[in-house]
């Protein structure tokens, strides 16, 4: 397992508040909002390639863990199956 410097897990944590503060914004707009399904889905691809951006190589991570969560507010939102 690597050593890592101070500094590169204060950034690393800095990223991840920053994401998880990105998807609670998302979940909130999506549910407080007035979006279409399609604008709240943009919204949803939009804060994935933010994550991936954030942390690159990692879209497995992300789709297992937010994911999910983002997909059953959207089926919930708008009633799908």
Do not use: C, W
């Amino acid at each position: 397992m690597p050593e890592y410097t101070p500094k590169e897990l204060e950034e690393e944590e800095r990223r991840l508040r920053r994401l998880r503060f990105t998807v609670g914004l998302t979940m909130s707009v999506i549910s407080q909002g007035n979006l279409s399904l399609e604008e709240a889905s943009q919204l949803v691809a939009a804060t994935r390639d933010l994550a991936l951006r954030l942390f690159p190589g990692k879209e497995e991570a992300f789709d297992l863990i937010y994911l999910p969560r983002l997909r059953r507010l959207l089926q919930e939102k708008y009633l799908l199956h």
